[in-house]
Nanobody
Framework: QVQLLESGGGSVQAGGSLRLSCVVS????????LSWFRQAPGKEREGVAV??????NTYYADSVKGRFTISRDKTTLYLQMNSLKREDTAMYYC?????????????????????????WGQGTQVTVSA
């Protein structure tokens, strides 16, 4: 079973930066889609960025392209967030699921309902003020 633990959230002024971390542990011997989602108050959870651990391809929501970067090392998934905007305020979650077919990681970006059997972290809050 995969376990995920996020950290790195906090409060920052608009234009600032934060780096979120997600320690991934457990059974990870197959290639996975590692992803970041976010959920703002009163809104649905949305995909932010996804990384395929097999081919290294990354996918981003249009709203964060050019500002956010997803990356990983052996044990941790990261989300570097630059030029933060007030609309980036949300609870951020990391999630993991095995790569079920070619193109699956890109599909996950459409929303959490696309995850067939994903594992989730508990979330970390990001608040961006004016």
């Amino acid at each position: 079973q995969v376990q995920l633990l996020e950290s790195g959230g906090g409060s920052v002024q608009a234009g600032g930066s934060l780096r979120l971390s997600c320690v991934v542990s457990g059974y990870m011997y197959t290639t996975h889609c590692l992803s970041w989602f976010r959920q703002a108050p009163g809104k649905e959870r949305e995909g932010v960025a996804v990384l395929n651990t097999g081919d290294g391809n990354t996918y981003y929501a249009d709203s964060v392209k050019g500002r956010f970067t997803i990356s990983r090392d052996k044990t941790t998934l990261y989300l570097q967030m630059n030029s933060l905007k007030r609309e980036d305020t949300a609870m951020y979650y990391c999630a993991a699921d095995i790569v079920r077919w070619n193109g699956y990681c890109a599909t996950i970006l459409n929303g959490p309902e696309e995850l067939i059997n994903g594992y989730w972290g508990q979330g970390t809050q990001v608040t961006v003020s004016a």
